[in-house]
């Protein structure tokens, strides 16, 4: 009986608390603050795939961290805002991510979340799931509702009123245009049968988080069948069908190319790999594919392989007295996420057997290029 009435006794207390906790005037207590948050993408540009597709939230995640512990998490589908995250008051870290697919985030601590990677991927390449990621965030939760990319009025604690930018993880390269203008050396002489279009050269990892997502992996990845054994050729080097494209003429509103990854080749000493958009096929003489004697002078020149085609890469946002580059932009020998590099190619004579060597400032390209937000680079490049 005695053991009853304590049990009972006990109870009254533990409710008797809990009431009190009610009425506390902003404790700093487990769930008593909530946010809500609104995003802004970058501005959509024509895909490769479907037209939007490269601006689209399939899935936004919302993590809240109190120090290195993970104290919420929120996905929503198609949607690019989440509210009512329930959290607590206090200092605390914002984490947002879009189309993470089936990334495993629950329960991450946030270094582990700083931490994470993603791959180059043939599904990028119709510009369905592009990642996209805003650098943590500090903020701080009072107790209540919390909002962030809200209008300033009505009720609540109003952390920003902008909505939260979030970019995407990769970058885009493209011929917008590839043009043949034969200089008077080879006019009416020589001409160029497109075939291919191939990122020669594209870093397989990124991180997702940082000042700048390049890490040190060492793993690259080509559209190419062909083993060049260059200059700028990658030790670890994977073929992959899903960056080649068959030719078809660019255009402003048809840009052909490919989604890649951060990829930094500034460095003045050592070897660098950078990455190179390429356009690949025939080079014909008076009309004809060459044979013989002149198969065989084209090889020598090392403007052809055995099969008399040729290749005329073109490094992206690479320094070269063949490009030029539009509204007094100055490349930086790197790929940037969020960045569309558009490349118009001019191609005045024959190109190169080795796509993947240093070409000489004498080639017979121009490339222009355009940058912007997304960032657009143009690039004009000659050949």
């Not at 279009?197 to 060492?218: C, E, H, P």
């Not at 670890?236 to 052909?256: E, F, G, K």
């Not at 080639?363 to 355009?370: F, G, K, M, P, S």
Request: proline content about 4%; some cysteine.
């Amino acid at each position: 009986m005695k053991k009853q009435s304590f049990f009972l006794l006990g109870l009254a207390a533990l409710a008797m608390t809990a009431c009190n906790k009610d009425n506390e005037a902003e404790p700093v207590t487990e769930g008593n603050a909530t946010i809500s948050v609104v995003l802004k993408t970058s501005n959509p540009n024509r895909a490769f795939g479907n037209a939007g597709d490269e601006s689209k939230v399939a899935k936004l995640t919302v993590m809240v961290y109190n120090g290195e512990q993970q104290e919420a998490i929120e996905s929503v589908e198609n949607a690019t805002k989440v509210e009512n995250i329930k959290c607590s008051a206090g200092q605390r870290t914002l984490v947002v991510m879009a189309n993470t697919g089936e990334m495993k985030l629950a329960g991450k601590t946030l270094a582990e979340v700083k931490a994470l990677t993603t791959e180059l991927t043939a599904e990028n390449q119709e510009a369905a799931g592009l990642i996209m990621t805003a650098e943590p965030k500090t903020i701080v939760l009072k107790a209540g509702k919390n909002y962030i990319g809200y209008s300033g009025t009505g009720e609540g604690n109003h952390i920003e009123n902008d909505a939260l930018k979030i970019k995407r993880v990769h970058a885009r390269m493209a011929f917008t245009e590839i043009k043949v203008q034969m200089s008077a050396a080879y006019d009416n002489i020589y001409t160029f049968v497109p075939e291919k279009i191939y990122g020669l050269i594209a870093k397989k990892q990124s991180n997702l988080f940082g000042a700048t997502l390049v890490n040190a992996d060492a793993n690259y990845l080509t559209g190419s069948l062909t083993t060049f054994n260059g200059a700028y050729t990658p030790t670890n080097y994977a073929n992959v069908p899903w960056l080649s494209r068959d030719y078809i003429a660019p255009t402003a509103d048809a840009p052909q190319g490919f989604y890649v990854l951060e990829n930094d080749y500034s460095a003045n000493s050592g070897t660098i790999h950078p990455t190179i958009l390429c356009v690949y096929g025939k080079l014909q003489k008076n009309g004809a594919d060459l044979t013989g004697t002149d198969l065989a002078a084209a090889q020598a020149a090392n403007w052809v392989d055995g099969q008399g085609k040729t290749y005329y890469p073109v490094l992206v946002n690479f320094n070269s007295n063949n490009y030029t580059y539009d509204n007094g932009y100055t490349p930086k020998n790197k790929i940037e996420r969020n960045h569309k590099y558009d490349i118009k190619l001019t191609i005045t004579g024959p190109g190169t057997n080795n796509p993947e060597n240093p070409i000489t400032e004498s080639a017979h390209l121009n490339v222009q290029c355009t940058v912007a937000e997304w960032v657009l680079v143009g690039q004009n490049a000659t050949w």
